[in-house]
T-cell receptor, first 116, second 112 residues
């Protein structure tokens, strides 16, 4: 158990809908990352937050947004869903300061999103 | 733009054999190279990591070899066991804790 908690574990929704994925980082971790894993694209970095502020942005669609709250949990919002958005979405966390000793990135078990 | 290329896509090894997975990177700003192991239904978990100031790092049966001039690094699993059957991802970042760029993954099967 990595200590990163993601909910829900599975989600089935229709095209055009909006969903919210939730993540609680490991205790003490200030950085949260979101990754998308699909068969054709592999593990793709979406976005990183550090202590409530956006730190880095990857290939995140404009239909997707994220935020990190004062209690450090994070939410990934996916809207106007398309069939191609079906994937496994991982949240990960780390202590946060890049280059710091022991700054391992720990992954949760993911949220399976199926868009039908 | 794929910045980390991983091979092979799949690998079958007999119990007790050596598993070797290779990765190559393009971005010379990368300074941290971890390997992650992922079992079905689970998230990736850090296995071992290396920085470019050393050419090799060993932890138990797992060894990373790093060739900075060739921009390549590899994972060697000695005495492979059926319990090692999983998907392995190499990754790279500009520092530990920075965003990771992953390779495509290698599905390893160790036959008993």
């Amino acid at each position: 158990d990595s200590g990163v908690t993601q909910t829900p574990k599975h989600l089935i929704t229709a095209t055009g809908q909006r969903v919210t994925l939730r993540c609680s980082p490991r205790s003490g971790d200030l950085s949260v990352y979101w990754y998308q894993q699909s068969l054709d694209q592999g593990l793709q970095f979406l976005i990183q937050y550090y202590n409530g502020e956006e730190r880095a942005k990857g290939n995140i669609l404009e239909r997707f947004s994220a935020q990190q709250f004062p209690d450090l949990h994070s939410e990934l919002n996916l809207s106007s869903l398309e069939l191609g958005d079906s994937a496994l979405y991982f949240c990960a966390s780390s202590v946060g300061v890049a280059g710091a000793m022991g700054n391992t990135i720990y992954f949760g078990e993911g949220s399976w999103l199926t868009v039908v | 733009q794929q910045q980390v290329k991983q091979s092979p896509q799949s690998l079958i090894v007999q119990k007790g054999g050596i598993s070797i997975i290779n990765c190559a990177y393009e971005n010379t700003a990368f300074d941290y190279f971890p390997w992650y192991q992922q079992f079905p239904g689970k998230g990736p978990a850090l296995l071992i990591a290396i920085r470019p100031d050393v050419s090799e790092k060993k932890e138990g049966r797992f060894t990373i070899s790093f060739n900075k001039s060739a921009k390549q690094f590899s994972l060697h699993i000695m005495d492979s066991q059926p319990g090692d059957s999983a998907t392995y991802f190499c990754a790279a970042s500009k520092a530990s804790g920075s965003r990771l760029t992953f390779g495509e993954g290698t599905q390893l099967t160790v036959n008993p």
